[in-house]
């Protein structure tokens, strides 16, 4: 699944080919997605204005101005689900098979660039394209998500106090999307791995030294990662069509029954919340 740093990689890949052009086109060839697209959502948003871009936890929110009536708030909300991946093509390359919708902008008159349609690639079909109105972070799917990772609201002391008395093992509290967004399978395994917590140990056992530490590496390999363009997976490429790199820093995420990089004990796998976790028996406490 596409993580915090590949979305984030996404929106700033595609909104320079994006922001301040007006929709020409919304080409719908399969709207059977997680949620079906409407009929009329193609007519809904053609003439409409891109704004700027955003990304609130793993959903790329794409504003959408009526110029004969700016103030109204709507948009698009995109998620990319399982495997889903936008990226940016030429208008005449081909379709391919799990190719289902392209947004087509259009030209800035100043712009000698050649022009470049967003195209949304989903093999599972998990994720999907609302339309809101009104204030986006209010909208059902938003407005109950915890602070994001990288803001001053994350903090040692919000995570320690929300965990007291919580039985459930430490990685499953902070992939809950309730008290922190965007810390996927992936980042949880490894932000762990270098704070020396065992994974299975209960949330509410941790100490607020050790939720500090923790809170410090949860920043530091989500920031990494995005400046790294995300992580190489399967299904995942970057909005200018490459693929991200930090996966070659990964020290136990998809390790098990390796050499662990610190003691050299093997890499153990167990699963959490129905996730494979991999953790060093040694270093991990």
């Given amino acids: 699944m596409p993580e915090l740093p590949e979305v984030e990689t996404t929106c700033r890949g595609v909104a320079p080919w994006l922001e301040g052009r007006s929709v020409e086109l919304l080409d719908v060839r399969e709207p059977r997605l997680r949620w079906p697209i409407p009929q009329n959502l193609p007519r809904q948003v053609h003439g409409l204005r891109i704004g700027t871009l955003q990304r609130r936890a793993k959903y790329l929110l794409m504003p959408l101005m009526d110029l004969q009536h700016p103030e109204r708030s709507q948009g698009l909300i995109w998620h990319l689900g399982m495997s889903g991946s936008l990226r940016l093509v030429s208008p005449q390359e081909p379709w391919k098979k799990h190719d289902h ?112 530490e923790l809170v410090k590496l949860i920043k530091l390999i989500l920031a990494a990662a995005i400046e790294q363009g995300g992580t190489t997976l399967r299904d995942f490429v970057g909005g200018d069509g490459k693929p991200g790199y930090f996966a070659q820093q990964l020290d136990a995420y998809g390790r098990a029954g390796q050499p662990c990089r610190k003691c050299s004990t093997v890499l153990q796998e167990t699963r959490i919340g129905q996730r494979s976790s991999v953790f060093c028996p040694q270093c991990q406490r």
């Avoid at 109105?133 to 929300?162: C, I, M, V, W």
């Avoid at 309730?178 to 399978?185: C, E, F, P, R, S």
């Fill in 101 to 212: 919708l392209q947004l087509t902008p259009s030209p800035l008159p100043s712009d000698t660039r050649p022009p470049l349609c967003l195209r949304y690639h989903d093999p599972r079909r998990f994720g999907f394209l609302l339309f809101y109105t009104g204030d986006p972070l209010l909208h059902p799917r938003l407005e109950k998500l915890g602070p994001e990772p990288l803001s001053d609201d994350f903090t040692a002391q919000r995570l320690y106090q929300r965990s007291r008395q919580r039985k459930l093992p430490v990685k499953a509290f902070i992939m809950d999307s309730a008290q922190v967004v965007g810390v996927g399978n992936i980042y949880a395994t490894e932000a762990l791995f270098r704070a020396g917590i065992d994974p299975r140990r209960a949330a509410g056992r941790i100490s607020l030294a050790r939720y500090t």
